[in-house]
């Protein structure tokens, strides 16, 4: 029960966070990604400060082989193949967010405030999904 409360609460300043700095805000996504018509830089200080606390946090806390509060150990990525799936995957997000003007993350929390446009795009995110599991599945299956 105490774990979840956690989550909760690293979820509820992980959510804080995209409203204080506008990243639930379309418009001032794509402004950011634009960069030929009325580029907006704003943004790059909300990746600034994401780049400095996970820095304290890594060098202070994982490197130095902490374990951490709610896991018998940190669960790190190990690859660093750069795959076909990985290229087209990153390429797909981009576009859908380029388009959209929302990642994920902000896109769930617009759910919550009622936005009508955000209705599509997490339906699309989810049919996303599903079209990726079923046609990855289908290649899975002939190999």
Do not use: H
């Not at 996504?29 to 830089?41: A, K, Y």
């Not at 060098?59 to 660093?80: A, C, N, Q, V």
């Not at 929390?109 to 795009?121: A, N």
Request: with cysteine; net charge positive.
């Amino acid at each position: 029960m105490k774990a979840r409360f956690f989550y909760f609460l690293a979820a509820f300043l992980f959510g804080a966070g995209l409203e204080l700095s506008q990243m639930t805000d379309p418009q001032k996504v794509q402004g950011f990604l634009n960069l030929t018509r009325s580029w907006d830089p704003s943004l790059i200080f909300v990746m600034i400060g994401a780049i400095l606390v996970n820095s304290i946090v890594y060098y202070t806390w994982i490197k130095k082989k902490e374990t951490p509060l709610f896991s018998p150990k940190f669960l790190i990525p190990t690859s660093k193949d750069i795959t076909p799936k990985l290229i087209i995957g990153s390429i797909l997000f981009g576009i859908g967010w380029g388009i959209a003007g929302f990642c994920p993350g902000p896109a769930l929390s617009g759910l919550f405030r009622g936005q009508s446009e955000v209705f599509i795009v997490v339906a699309s995110m989810l049919s996303g999904m599903l079209i990726y599991n079923v046609i990855f599945e289908r290649i899975l299956e002939k190999s």
